[in-house]
Every structure is written in C-alpha cells, then in structure tokens.
C-alpha cells in the first residue's frame, strides 16, 4: 500500500510540476516577442475618433445597491469619446433599492436603464445584447470598477478578425483583512495564467469584468445560456467549439469586489468550479481535440488534474493525520508523553523523488506568484497578501474543491447567491 500511494503521490506531483514549467517556459519564450506585440498594438485612445468602434457595455444588477453607481460611473469616466460608448444597466428582478439607484440615470443620454422580472445574470446580459446596436459588447459585473484606459487597452486586440473575445486583468479592489489580500495575490495569479493561456489561444473563461464581445459574434454562436451559474465559462467553450479566439489585455485593468467571509468566499468558489466541471462534461468533446487547439489538449486537462490532484492530497493528509493522531495517543498510554523536536541534520538532504519533486513544484509556484504580481503591479517585491496566500490558502481550496465534485457528482448546482 505504502509503495502504491508513493507511485501515485510521484506521478500527480510530476504531473503537476509539468503543467507549471510548461507555463513558465511559455514565458520566457514570449518575452521577447512582447516589444513587438505592443509595438502592433496601438492604445485606442491614440486613433481618431472617427475610427473607433462603438461600444456597449452591459450591467447585469441583482441586489447592488451599495456598488452600481461607482460602476456606472466608472464606465462614464474612461478615457472613451462619449458619443462612442453606450451603458445598459439591467436591473434582474432586485428586492433592494437597485432600481431606484438606476433611476437616478434615466435622464442620462448615454446610459440605458431596463428593468425585469429575475430571470439569472444570463437573461439580462441577453437583454442587454438585444437593446445595443455597437460593433463591441462588452459585460461588466455590477460590483467591479474598471481603470480609465482599460478600453482603449482592449480594443486594438479585434485587429485579428479571428479573435471574437478580449478579456481584462482582473484585480481585487482594495484589499482589507487577510482572506481579502488572500484573493489579492490569487487573482495576480490569475492575471498571469490568462496572459500565458492567451499566447496559444486557451483562455477557458470570459469573466463578468468587462470581456468585450464583437457583437456579430452572437448571430454566430447564440445568446448566453444559464450554464450552472456560470455563463461566462460556459460562453469561453462556446467560442473555442467555433473555432474563435479569445484574447487577453494583461494591462486593462479591471477592479472586482471579493467575497469578505469564509462562508461567501467557499460559495462563490464552489459555484465557479461546479460550473467548470459540469460544463466540460457538456463541453466533452473539446477534451484531446486538436481540432480545437490547446484548450483542450491542455487547459481542461491542466483543471481536471489539479482538482483531482487536491482532491488526492487532502484525502490522504486526512487520513494520515488521524493515523498520527491515533498513534501518538496509545503510545501516550503506555510511556507517557514523549515530545521530541524535529532533528535537523547538515550534512544529510532527503533526495528521494517525492521530497525534490514537492520542492520544485513549490518553487514553480512561488515563481507563479512572484510574476502575477510583477504583471499586476510591475513589482518584485514580496507584499504581505503573498505571505497570507502562502499560509493559508492550501488550508481554504480543499473545501470547495471536494464540496463541488459532490455537487458535480450530484448535479446540485445550488443558487448563485
């Protein structure tokens, strides 16, 4: 058994320390290409305004009373000829003061405001879309907030007429207490593992901050669909199925909210990954498809094998440590309490495969870290976000995680909220 658990542990740390490598080398073979890409990439805001495309964003609300006017007003502040940008706020059925905040817009000639029985996110996204008549669409959630310049970061990338989507850098707005800057430092990672995926046409989801659609695109792969709760994943694997690219901007950035308790942060996570789950499995025949590039020979397999890489972990580390447990309380029995420290050896380094292998894979993931934050802030330095991410956040995942492949397993989607 011991030598089972041993070839099963060598074979998920390599292939975990692979994917990690694979992405850092995909770094350093892009970096020199990097001057010249910006080089093509023209900021919008240097073209003439006769030039421009016309943009729609739409704002999905439910219960956003305390955030939708800073978003609002956000959209009103980019650096974007206003006669250019149109806002659709959709208020979904709210049971709070959502709509009477919306109603302060209704005299404003660039914001559209609609209201509707609640129906999901999905529907009124798709209101939004059949309300704009702009060349771009974009979606921004009604608790994000987005930087000046991030349009006219994103829309040189519809250059390629291949590429239906562009998505943002999504960072944690103003970070306060530990799980907050936990979510800080994971989103940095995040913002490093879009720019990675973008450079072979990857990118698994199109997020509620501000992705930006061409609007023909829809007549092409349909409106959004429910998709468990998460229709911009769902959307991601829609286009790929077609054959379009999603691009990413790693320096549009956009400002979310993150969930403040445990008990939100745990329900918002398990809704994103039973949706990635069940939506792969209706997404199945991407998996191994060339076909349809690296989303399916890489990305979906790279999230299969770390959910069930924890899954692995957790469960043993259960287990041991109940056996630990039991072990020191009957030797408590019989000779009493025993306490020993550690022995720490100099000229002694455990070289055995799983000890290097878990080194690796925790250098490489430091490294990950360390990147997404140069990407998000342009800093090297450590922060104390990255000192809690490193604690704690290996003791937070394995929940949701194992409470969403029950729920995958189930097919208990559970509510949004």
């Given at each position: 058994m011991t030598s089972l658990y041993q070839a099963v542990t060598e074979i998920f740390l390599f292939v975990s320390l692979y994917i990690q490598v694979f992405l850092l080398l995909t770094l350093w073979e892009h970096r020199q290409g990097k001057t010249a890409k910006r080089a093509q990439q023209t900021d919008a805001s240097a073209l003439a305004a006769d030039s421009l495309p016309t943009v729609s964003v739409i704002v999905p609300c439910f219960n956003e009373e305390e955030t939708v006017i800073g978003t609002i007003d956000s959209l009103k502040a980019l650096n974007f000829p206003a006669d250019k940008l149109s806002i659709i706020a959709v208020d979904d059925g709210s049971t709070d003061d959502t709509w009477s905040y919306l109603e302060r817009y209704a005299n404003d000639p660039q914001v559209k405001i609609f209201h509707k029985e609640n129906g999901g996110k999905h529907t009124a996204v798709n209101l939004g879309i059949s309300r704009s008549q702009s060349d771009i669409v974009g979606c921004l959630d009604a608790d994000s907030f987005v930087h000046p310049e991030a349009l006219n970061r994103m829309l040189p990338l519809?250059?390629?007429?291949?590429?239906?989507?562009?998505?943002?850098?999504?960072?944690?707005?103003?970070?306060?207490?530990?799980?907050?800057?936990?979510?800080?430092?994971?989103?940095?990672?995040?913002?490093?593992?879009?720019?990675?995926?973008?450079?072979?046409?990857?990118?698994?989801?199109?997020?509620?901050?501000?992705?930006?659609?061409?609007?023909?695109?829809?007549?092409?792969?349909?409106?959004?669909?429910?998709?468990y709760n998460t229709e911009d994943l769902e959307m991601a694997l829609r286009l790929h199925r077609h054959n379009l690219k999603i691009e990413n901007a790693e320096h549009a950035y956009v400002y979310t909210t993150p969930p403040s308790t445990i008990r939100a942060l745990v329900k918002q996570r398990v809704r994103w990954t039973t949706g990635f789950l069940l939506n792969v499995r209706d997404y199945r025949d991407l998996l191994f498809s060339r076909h349809h590039g690296q989303i399916g020979t890489f990305t979906i397999p790279a999230g299969i094998i770390s959910l069930v890489t924890v899954i692995f972990f957790s469960s043993y580390s259960l287990v041991s440590a109940a056996t630990s447990a039991a072990d020191n309380w009957n030797r408590w029995r019989l000779v009493g309490w025993d306490w020993h420290w550690p022995a720490w050896h100099w000229?002694?380094?455990?070289?055995?495969?799983?000890?290097?292998?878990?080194?690796?894979?925790?250098?490489?993931?430091?490294?990950?870290?360390?990147?997404?934050?140069?990407?998000?802030s342009g800093s090297w330095m450590i922060s104390k976000d990255m000192v809690y991410y490193a604690l704690f956040y290996g003791f937070l995942a394995p929940w949701w995680i194992i409470i969403s492949w029950y729920r995958a397993l189930t097919r208990n989607v559970g509510s949004w909220r």
């Open positions: 519809f250059a390629d007429p291949l590429v239906a989507s562009v998505t943002p850098a999504i960072k944690v707005r103003t970070p306060r207490g530990w799980l907050e800057h936990i979510q800080y430092a994971e989103y940095n990672i995040g913002i490093f593992l879009r720019k990675m995926y973008s450079t072979f046409n990857a990118i698994h989801v199109t997020p509620g901050p501000l992705s930006l659609f061409r609007r023909s695109v829809f007549a092409t792969v349909g409106p959004f669909k429910s998709a000229f002694f380094v455990n070289t055995g495969p799983i000890h290097l292998l878990t080194i690796a894979l925790i250098v490489s993931a430091l490294l990950f870290v360390l990147f997404g934050k140069r990407i998000a």
